[in-house]
């Protein structure tokens, strides 16, 4: 069993939709939680940061941690079909020199 | 600042083949790591820099692959011999130490016949 399971999707919604992306993980040593965005032939970039439990907002995401379930979601409001890309979320025990990664959920929101 | 800079970008080989990336991570970051990226595995770290000193190769798959960093501005991943199993995109990435943000290169592709 992985350390961190992601569903890999695809998921396809219309353009203005809210989306939510999911991530277990059986390590209860995780404190760092974070979301990578992957464009297609590119490298991730980091688009949410949280420390522990709680919500983190930016603009249209919302990333939230739940330790007590080792469950993390993000959340996209009113969709675009820029936000189009692989989302990885990533996690470590301390400091992030060790992320560990999720396969990636590929998102295609649609005109 | 021109971020992480791969090269190649692609790199087709036959098994056997010796095979080597580069990379130049962003200037006055003190971490340099290496990953792998499958469609079945995901990212996975081969391993890690500080300070152009190698602190943890436990992800490196096997003795084929090795890595170096011989100054501040450039490492090499390199895998002698190439087997088709070593087909993935692989990725550099640096950052600043204390800080949580990884920056990650293009990727270079490497398809081994």
């Known amino acids: 069993q992985k350390e961190v399971e992601q569903d890999p999707g695809p998921l396809s919604v219309p353009e203005g939709a809210i989306v939510s992306l999911n991530c277990t993980y059986s390590?209860?040593?995780?404190?760092?939680f974070m979301w990578y965005r992957q464009y297609s032939r590119k490298g991730p970039e980091l688009l949410m940061y949280?420390?522990?439990?709680g919500n983190k907002e930016d603009g249209r995401f919302t990333a939230q941690v739940d330790k007590s379930s080792k469950y993390i979601s993000l959340f996209i409001r009113d969709s675009q079909p820029s936000d189009s890309a692989t989302y990885l979320c990533a996690m470590s025990a301390g400091g992030g020199n060790k992320l560990t990664f999720g396969t990636g959920t590929q998102l295609k929101v649609e005109l | 600042d021109a971020g992480v800079i791969q090269s190649p970008r692609h790199e087709v080989t036959e098994m056997g083949q010796e095979v080597t990336l580069r990379c130049k991570p962003i200037?006055?970051?003190?971490?340099l790591f290496w990953y792998r990226q499958t469609m079945m595995r995901g990212l996975e770290l081969l391993i890690y820099?500080?300070?152009?000193?190698?602190?943890?190769d436990s992800g490196m798959p096997e003795d084929r692959f090795s890595a170096k960093m011989p100054n501040a501005s450039f490492s090499t991943l390199k895998i002698q011999p190439s087997e088709p199993r070593d087909s993935a995109v692989y990725f550099c990435a640096s950052r600043v130490a204390g800080a949580g943000e990884l920056f990650f290169g293009e990727g270079s592709r490497l398809t081994v016949l």
């Open positions: 390590n209860s040593a995780f404190q760092y």
């Open positions: 200037s006055g970051h003190d971490y």
């Open positions: 949280t420390y522990s439990s």
């Open positions: 820099f500080n300070n152009n000193v190698p602190i943890d």
